[in-house]
């Protein structure tokens, strides 16, 4: 056995593995470069028909837009005048659609579609939407309800309530007024006044002690209160045709028309009633 033999088995023991046609390989044979060269030659040419087919047959670019027109502002016009600008424009008037409004009056334009200052292909729809004015309805006649229900009636039907109060002969929390009046036309949502009823006016009881019967009598009358019963007592000779008492006492608050008693001295009261 040589020494040297065996030191050239372990060297090539030690060689790294090359790819044909790498570098420091062995060089590829003649076939096998001519069948890379035309599988990368197909490669290259699929890609290629596959991008004009996507581009061109199944999603083909837009055509050119040409002329384009620039949309004006409709708003605020009528239809002739919207119609008639829009044609000057290049442009056509599209579907009306139409709305309430509670200022602006019927017919007039409150929008449009496509908006102005965008650009539009030549004979363009242009959509709009026209006022059909303000909304108008009755006023309800709810005189003589109490003011809770008659708020609830106006409310429920779009109008805005605020209610003043006076003195009436109704009973208190009774409407004894409507404006503007039941039956008038009213743009909602508009405001109606109710005036509610804060009852008879109340008067206060004066005080009538120490008054002769006929100058009470005169003051209750102008107040509007009636005496309806005079009572004489006895008073030992004092307080003669005097008001020595009175019911309601003073200082409390009365209806008009309210009955007031008095007793008033009378002399000899007793002796008259022995005879």
């Known amino acids: 056995m040589k020494l040297g033999g065996s030191l050239e088995r372990r060297r090539g023991r030690g060689r790294s593995f090359r790819l044909p046609g790498a570098e420091g390989g062995p060089p590829l044979p003649r076939l096998e470069r001519e069948l890379l060269v035309k599988i990368g030659a197909l490669v290259v040419a699929g890609w290629i028909v596959g991008y004009v087919l996507s581009t061109r047959v ?52 409150l929008g449009q579609s496509p908006l102005p200052g965008q650009v539009a292909r030549p004979e363009t729809p242009v959509r709009v939407t026209i006022s059909l004015g303000p909304q108008l309805r009755s006023v309800p006649d709810v005189r003589g309800l109490a003011e809770d229900r008659a708020r609830i009636v106006l409310e429920t039907s779009g109008f805005l309530v605020r209610s ?111 005879d």
């Open 58 to 109: 199944l999603f083909p670019a837009p055509p050119p837009p040409g002329d384009l027109f620039e949309v004006p502002d409709v708003r605020g016009l009528g239809l002739a005048s919207a119609r008639e600008l829009l044609s000057g424009s290049g442009l056509t008037l599209g579907a009306i659609d139409s709305l309430l409004h509670p200022s602006v009056p019927a017919e007039i334009i």
């Open 164 to 274: 003043d109060s006076a003195e009436s002969e109704e009973p208190r929390g009774r409407i004894i007024g409507v404006s503007p009046p039941p039956g008038e036309q009213v743009v909602l949502p508009g405001q109606v006044r109710l005036i509610v009823s804060m009852g008879p006016p109340v008067i206060t009881m004066p005080l009538v002690l120490g008054l002769l019967e006929e100058e009470a009598t005169t003051m209750l009358d102008s107040l509007g209160l009636v005496v309806s019963e005079v009572e004489e007592v006895f008073r030992f000779g004092r307080d003669q045709g005097i008001v020595v008492e009175q019911e309601p006492a003073s200082d409390v608050e009365l209806e008009r028309g309210s009955s007031v008693r008095l007793k008033v001295g009378r002399r000899g009261l007793e002796r008259g009633n022995n």
